[in-house]
């Protein structure tokens, strides 16, 4: 089973301010087909999951350009480049290189 | 755009069989692989299982020998049973469409709570 990491588990921003959230993984994401298949979610307050990023750093249909994804083998990172109030909530990766896997979560609130 | 929605009871006794139906608007059972999610209070969510409207499946390792998910395509439903549960099934259980060529969930449902309890 591949566990998935994040860092931090919480993230006081300031509005306006750019936030980082980090992902580890316990093995390569790498693919046989060469693709890695890491996706980022948002989940605001009493909402189901939303996908925001799908392989590292494609934005899903409808997300702010201020959302973007990076990194490579089993690190990778979500930016927000300015948040906004409604990026309030709780943020997950999920690797799907093998049976798919979440992690633990990080929750991004306002200061 | 596809819309989803989660119906079953709420509550399960021990030992007793999980039943959910997740039912699908908005587009065609035959084009998406269709999933099920859970996610149990204060922990992070976990994949259960996902079903092609040909009805191949694929289901999470810990669970494979308690899930069934099964797809109905005159209805456009597909559903979730899980034998045997005990108080650590208790979660919110998401339906969500997968995405199998770039491997991510896009649609979810609303999601429901189940509680094993007696």
């Known amino acids: 089973d591949i566990v998935m990491t994040q860092t931090p588990l919480s993230s006081p921003v300031t509005l306006g301010q750019p936030a980082s959230i980090s992902c580890r993984s316990s093995q390569s994401l790498v693919h046989s087909d060469g693709n890695t298949y890491l996706s980022w979610l948002q989940q605001r307050p009493g909402q189901p999951p939303r996908l925001l990023i799908y392989k590292i750093s494609n934005r899903f249909s409808g997300v702010p350009d201020r959302f973007s994804g990076s990194g490579a083998g089993t690190d990778f990172t979500l930016k927000i480049s300015r948040v906004e109030a409604e990026d309030v909530g709780v943020y997950y990766c999920m690797q799907a290189t093998q049976f798919p896997s979440f992690g633990q979560g990080t929750k991004v609130e306002i200061k | 755009q596809v819309q989803l929605q989660e119906s079953g009871p709420g509550l399960v006794k021990p030992s007793e069989t999980l039943s959910l139906t997740c039912t699908v608007s908005?587009?065609?059972?035959?084009?998406?692989?269709w999933s099920w999610i859970r996610q149990p209070p204060g922990k992070r969510l976990e994949w259960i299982g996902y079903i092609y409207y040909s009805g191949s499946t694929n289901y999470n390792p810990s669970l494979r020998s308690r899930v069934t998910i099964s797809v109905d395509t005159s209805k456009n439903q597909f559903s979730l049973k899980l034998s045997s549960v005990t108080a650590a099934d208790t979660a919110v259980y998401y339906c969500a469409t997968y995405r199998r060529q770039d491997h991510y969930f896009d649609y979810w449902g609303q999601g429901t709570l189940v509680t094993v309890s007696s």
């Open positions: 908005g587009g065609s059972i035959s084009s998406y692989y």
